[in-house]
């Protein structure tokens, strides 16, 4: 029996009943490595540190590049990193540790999480498992591919725009960004502090519950930990809709939706009406400014947190080779220089320039306050919804290349992910469809602050009533 595509809790009912061991189960995912690694490049490094199987839950799970593994090199796809060894684990490598996880790889990313396609990597891109041709999405693109070719059982990402989301809709597969403070940031590599989230990506709901089960919960090391009960995921998994009410906001038809995705949408609401919930159209009048608004916190706080490289203390030092300045600011500027790639600069320009003086206020500070008028909506519609469905990206995956020199459309494909991350809400991706060319669509969940539970519900529910879930790409 092939163990490799498998999801993690039909691996652990295998361990259980003695049908297969940890061992064979993370040699049949090598094995699987080696034989279609060389089509997807989800990976840009291997492990170093040697497995271990004697913990409880010891499943396959690959890390994205920017989750700081004690002893592993850590590079956020970028040049700047290359050669950083984390000193530390992080919080939620700490707890995957601890549940007995099975570390197999770094997984590909754009680099710094900037990016919606995986093409920002300094490793170069990573291919979409369903066509070669496309990309996965971003910017956990690389995690996403990863579990979608069976490449690991699960993995973890991160979500500052929709960077869970976005690749797990691409790639036919569940990915969930959790509440802003449900799962310890500390030892992630900061990107936007006030939007970013780590959370599972997984080949089906159970899954992301399980995952949710080890990942979540208070960590004082991160100030912007909540210390909340964490409830078990997996009890939220019931196969009934019924009695909840679904918001469907009317500007989820944007212009630019394809009709292809707007039709998986439309047959989700039929389907999930038929089981009983109540759907009902609401409006979330702001989201039309959520991608210009993001764009000015985001690149803000990414240039602030992209400050640190400087060449002293982490990766790339760089010397021009001809003295310029003085030796120290020469040094800086060689490092930098050479060790952002064009996407990074682009978004350390556009963050220096909203936080400047005399634009702080025209930028930053009206940005911040569009961004509590897009939260109060969300607001408003909670008050009466359960949740809200949308889809989770406008389009399919797009091909490599389409959209690398026209940034602004690339910024567009996160129109509808970016709303839970201004709000700090949780948010998850599901297979809802695909397109007549053979490409997944994705259908998202948003729920309110610290009710994961909800979304999980509804996946599932979903999930029981469709078989998107269990196709797999051709490799
Ligand atoms: N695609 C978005 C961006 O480029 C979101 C990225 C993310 O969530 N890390 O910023």
Not at 46 to 74: M, R, V, Y
Not at 92 to 114: C, L, M, P, T, Y
């Amino acid at each position: 029996m092939s163990l490799y595509p498998l999801t993690a809790h039909a691996l652990l009912d295998a361990f259980k009943s003695g049908k297969a061991s940890a061992k064979e189960a993370y040699e049949d995912v090598l094995g699987r490595i080696k034989a279609v690694e060389p089509k997807v490049k989800a990976y840009v490094r291997q492990a170093k540190t040697s497995p271990d199987f004697s913990g409880g839950l010891p499943i396959p799970i690959a890390l994205k590049d920017n989750l700081c593994t004690k002893q592993e090199e850590i590079t956020c796809a970028s040049r700047i990193l290359k050669g950083f060894i984390s000193p530390y684990d992080g919080g939620v490598i700490e707890r995957v540790k601890k549940s007995g996880g099975v570390i197999v790889g770094f997984a590909n990313q754009d680099e710094f999480a900037f990016g919606s396609s995986c093409e920002t990597s300094c490793y170069g891109p990573t291919f979409n498992p369903w066509d070669l041709q496309c990309v996965p999405g971003g910017s956990s693109g690389g995690s996403a591919a990863a579990v979608a070719a069976d490449e690991a059982v699960w993995a973890l990402g991160s979500d500052t725009g929709g960077s869970i989301r976005q690749p797990a809709s691409f790639c036919g597969i569940v990915g969930m960004k959790p509440t802003y403070g449900r799962v310890s940031r500390y030892g992630l590599i900061a990107f936007a502090s006030s939007l970013d989230q780590i959370g599972p990506l997984t080949k089906d709901v159970r899954d992301c519950a399980l995952l949710m089960n080890i990942i979540a919960g208070y960590d004082e090391r991160d100030s912007t930990s909540v210390n909340e009960p964490v409830p078990d995921y997996t009890k939220a998994l019931v196969n009934d809709v019924r009695g909840l009410k679904i918001g469907i906001p009317k500007e989820a038809f944007a212009e630019g939706l394809d009709p292809e995705v707007r039709a998986s949408l439309e047959a989700a609401l039929a389907l999930l009406k038929k089981l009983g919930a109540a759907v009902k159209e609401v409006t979330l009048p702001h989201t039309p400014y959520a991608v210009a608004t993001y764009y000015i916190v985001a690149t803000a706080e990414a240039s602030s947190n992209l400050a640190r490289f400087d060449g002293v203390r982490y990766g790339l030092r760089a010397q021009p080779v001809k003295a310029r300045k003085n030796a120290l600011v020469d040094m800086y500027e060689e490092t930098r220089s050479r060790g952002f790639g064009p996407e990074a600069k682009r978004r350390i320009m556009l963050g220096t320039y909203a936080l400047s003086s005399g634009y702080y206020d025209a930028y930053y500070l009206r940005g911040q306050k569009v961004r509590t008028l897009i939260k109060n909506d969300l607001d408003e519609v909670f008050k009466d919804c359960d949740a809200i469905i949308t889809p989770t990206s406008p389009t399919v995956a797009f091909k490599i290349g389409e959209k690398t020199s026209d940034p602004l459309s690339m910024y567009l494909s996160d129109i509808y992910t970016i709303p839970a991350n201004l709000a700090g809400i949780p948010a998850i991706s599901i297979p809802g469809g695909f397109s007549k060319s053979g490409l997944p669509i994705g259908l998202q969940l948003m729920g309110k602050a610290f009710d994961e539970e909800m979304l999980l519900r509804i996946s599932y529910t979903y999930e029981q009533n469709t078989e998107w879930h269990t196709r797999k790409p051709k490799l």
